[in-house]
T-cell receptor, first 110, second 112 residues
Framework: NAGVTQTPKFRVLKTGQSMTLLCAQD?????MYWYRQDPGMGLRLIHY???????AKGEVPDGYNVSRLKKQNFLLGLESAAPSQTSVYFC?????????FGPGTRLTVL | SQQGEEDPQALSIQEGENATMNCSYK?????LQWYRQNSGRGLVHLIL?????REKHSGRLRVTLDTSKKSSSLLITASRAADTASYFC????????????FGTGTRLTVIP
C-alpha cells in the first residue's frame, strides 16, 4: 500500500496563477483533510471531506477550493495564487481517530 | 481557541537521556494524540490516550494525561539521534468529523 500520496512535491507559482494539488489514498478512508503548515504556527485545517461527494470548510478556507469526486482522491485548488499562500500543504486521511499524512507539497508564490 | 500548546518550543538533549514534552489544551476532550514529524516529512501518529486513561506506554514512549489540569506529557526514554523531530499533540476539533487541532509543536534535537 502506498498510503497517502501527494502531487506535486514542489511548485513555484506567480501571483494570480492557478493550480491544483492532488491527494490520493489507498486505504479506503472516508475522511480526508487538507492542511497548511507555516513556521511557528503548527498545522491549520483548510478544508475537509467526510466522504465521496462531500466537502466542508476548515479553519482557513479562503482562497482555496476542494473537490472529492472519487473516494480515494481529494483535490485542493488555488484559483488565483497569492504570496500569503506560500506554505507547505499536507493531505491526510483517516478512518476513525488516527490520521495518515502524505509527504507534503512545498508551494512558493512569487 | 481549542488548540493544544506544546512546551517547550525546543529541546536539545544528549543521546541516551530522556526527553519530556508537555501539551496543554483548553476544552474537554475524548482523547489526545501525539504525532511526530521528521524534517520535510508528513506527520506520523505515535500514540492515542483516551480521557479515561491516565498513562499509556508504547515502546520507549510514555504518555500521561491529567484531565483536571487539561495537560498531557510525552516522555521518550533513552533517546536516540533518530528521535530528532518535531512532536505535536492533537485534540478533536469542535468542527467534528474527526478533525484535529494541532499544537505548534516541540522541536527535539538529540545530539549523538
Amino acid at each position: 500500500n502506498a498510503g497517502v500520496t501527494q502531487t506535486p512535491k514542489f511548485r513555484v507559482l506567480k501571483t494570480g496563477q492557478s493550480m491544483t494539488l492532488l491527494c490520493a489514498q489507498d486505504m479506503n478512508h472516508e475522511y480526508m483533510y487538507w492542511y497548511r503548515q507555516d513556521p511557528g504556527m503548527g498545522l491549520r485545517l483548510i478544508h475537509y471531506s467526510v466522504g465521496e461527494g462531500t466537502t466542508a470548510k476548515g479553519e482557513v478556507p479562503d482562497g482555496y477550493n476542494v473537490s472529492r469526486l472519487k473516494k480515494q482522491n481529494f483535490l485542493l485548488g488555488l484559483e488565483s495564487a497569492a504570496p500569503s499562500q506560500t506554505s507547505v500543504y499536507f493531505c491526510a486521511s483517516s478512518y476513525v481517530n488516527e490520521q495518515f499524512f502524505g509527504p507534503g507539497t512545498r508551494l512558493t508564490v512569487l | 481557541s481549542q488548540q493544544g500548546e506544546e512546551d517547550p518550543q525546543a529541546l536539545s538533549i544528549q543521546e541516551g537521556e530522556n526527553a519530556t514534552m508537555n501539551c496543554s489544551y483548553k476544552t474537554s476532550i475524548n482523547n489526545l494524540q501525539w504525532y511526530r514529524q521528521n524534517s520535510g516529512r508528513g506527520l506520523v501518529h505515535l500514540i492515542l490516550i483516551r480521557s479515561n486513561e491516565r498513562e499509556k506506554h508504547s515502546g520507549r514512549l510514555r504518555v500521561t494525561l491529567d484531565t483536571s489540569k487539561k495537560s498531557s506529557s510525552l516522555l521518550i526514554t533513552a533517546s536516540r539521534a533518530a528521535d530528532t523531530a518535531s512532536y505535536f499533540c492533537a485534540t478533536l476539533s469542535r468542527l467534528g468529523a474527526n478533525n484535529l487541532f494541532f499544537g505548534t509543536g516541540t522541536r527535539l534535537t538529540v545530539i549523538p
